[in-house]
C-alpha cells in the first residue's frame, strides 16, 4: 500500500499562493487517483480536488475551482495542489489520499480512498 507525507503548508496572507506537495512511496503510485480534502477547526473534512491515474481528469470542490489546480508527477511519484487567490476561509489541514478505484465522481467521498497522508497546515490571514 501507498505511503503519503504532505509539505508545502505554511502561513500566508489573502490573496497569496501557496503549493502543496504529496510525496508517495512505493511502485504503484500511477495506479492511484489523488485526492486532496481539508478540515478545518470543528468542521468535517471536506473534499478539495482529485486527479485520475494519468493526470488527464480533474475534479474540484465548487469553492476553489478556478483558485486551485492539481496535478501529478508520477515519474517523480508526486501529487501537487496550486492554491492561488487564497482566503482565509482556506484555513484548514490538508491531507493528499491515494484511491485505487472508483470514477472522478467518488473521489469526492473520504471512504473512497485506501491510504492518508498526515496533513498539513495551511494558514491564511486577512
Known amino acids: 500500500q501507498v505511503q503519503l507525507v504532505e509539505s508545502g503548508g505554511g502561513l500566508v496572507q489573502a490573496g497569496g499562493s501557496l503549493r502543496l506537495s504529496c510525496a508517495a512511496s512505493?511502485?504503484?503510485?500511477?495506479?492511484?487517483?489523488m485526492g486532496w480534502f481539508r478540515q478545518a477547526p470543528g468542521k468535517e473534512r471536506e473534499f478539495v480536488a482529485a486527479?485520475?491515474?494519468?493526470?488527464?481528469?480533474?475534479t474540484y470542490a465548487d469553492s476553489v475551482k478556478g483558485r486551485f489546480t492539481t496535478s501529478r508527477d508520477n515519474a517523480k511519484n508526486r501529487a501537487y495542489l496550486q492554491m492561488n487567490s487564497l482566503k482565509p476561509e482556506d484555513t484548514a489541514v490538508y491531507y493528499c489520499?491515494?484511491?485505487?478505484?472508483?470514477?472522478?465522481?467518488?473521489?469526492?467521498?473520504?471512504?473512497?480512498?485506501?491510504?492518508w497522508g498526515q496533513g498539513t497546515q495551511v494558514t491564511v490571514s486577512y
Open positions: 486527479v485520475s491515474w494519468s493526470g488527464g481528469r480533474t
Open positions: 489520499a491515494a484511491a485505487r478505484g472508483g470514477a472522478p465522481d467518488d473521489w469526492r467521498r473520504p471512504n473512497e480512498y485506501d491510504a
Open positions: 512505493g511502485r504503484t503510485f500511477s495506479s492511484y487517483a
